[in-house]
């Protein structure tokens, strides 16, 4: 596609349940972030990949995220037994290698635990 | 990553040219200034980077002195859509085996006033 697409783009869901949050990245982008944000905050580097493995995951705040990549595309970042701190929004870029000015970032995913 | 200082706001008049400090005392030989910037609820937008010497696009200048300890960014022209969150970040060059990854810190929030 033309950008880097994330879906859903509003999700509520229950304290404890799992979430699953689905990133698109510009074809032929191999290298692949996810970041997060809370409101009213900065941006929070998650992990990155580099075709389909994840060379730092230094970013993922507990073992409750995971993230995987197939196919060297899409992304999934999955959170578990959510709570109300992961509320925040979820926002993937990708790049063509790494580097720090190819990024193109998606739209994000507003994630509201209730 | 060298850590970054900036004002947390600035206002400009529309029209006139915004001038965006940045200060990174503690920049090493290979790292790079980045520039990017948040328009409320989107992802964020790559507007520019440099080493050493000053650099200009379409849509800015980056100013960086000699010591390499501080710079700005330098929007000519600044319209009411320039409104937004403005990050300066220092990174590694992907040579010595970076991920490329981005850390943000709280930014300048820009506004433009008619």
């Known amino acids: 596609g033309a950008g880097v697409s994330q879906s859903p783009s509003n999700k509520v869901t229950e304290k404890g349940k799992d979430v699953e949050l689905r990133c698109d990245p510009i074809?032929?982008?191999?290298?692949l972030y996810w970041y997060r944000q809370s409101l009213g905050q900065g941006l929070e580097f998650l992990i990155y990949?580099?075709?389909?493995?994840?060379?730092?995951k230094s970013g993922l705040p507990s073992d409750r995220f995971s993230a995987e990549r197939t196919g060297g595309s899409v992304s999934t970042l999955t959170i578990q037994r959510t709570q109300q701190e992961d509320s925040a929004v979820y926002l993937c870029?990708?790049?063509?290698?790494?580097?720090?000015?190819?990024?193109?970032f998606g739209s994000g995913t507003r994630l509201t635990v209730v | 990553d060298a850590k970054t200082t900036q004002p947390p706001s600035m206002d400009c008049a529309e029209g006139r040219a915004a001038n965006l400090p940045c200060n990174h005392s503690t920049i090493s030989g290979n790292e790079y200034v980045y520039w990017y910037r948040q328009i409320h609820s989107q992802g964020p937008q790559y507007i520019i980077h440099?080493?050493?010497n000053n650099e200009t696009n379409e849509m800015a200048s980056l100013i960086i002195t000699e010591d390499r300890k501080s710079s700005t960014l330098i929007l000519p022209h600044a319209t009411l859509r320039d409104t937004a969150v403005y990050y300066c970040i220092v990174r590694q060059s992907t040579y010595s085996g970076n991920t490329g990854k981005l850390i943000f810190g709280q930014g300048t929030t820009l506004q433009v006033k008619p």
């Open positions: 074809s032929g982008h191999t290298a």
């Open positions: 440099g080493l050493k």
């Open positions: 990949f580099q075709g389909n493995s994840a060379p730092d």
């Open positions: 870029a990708s790049s063509l290698v790494a580097t720090g000015y190819g990024y193109t």
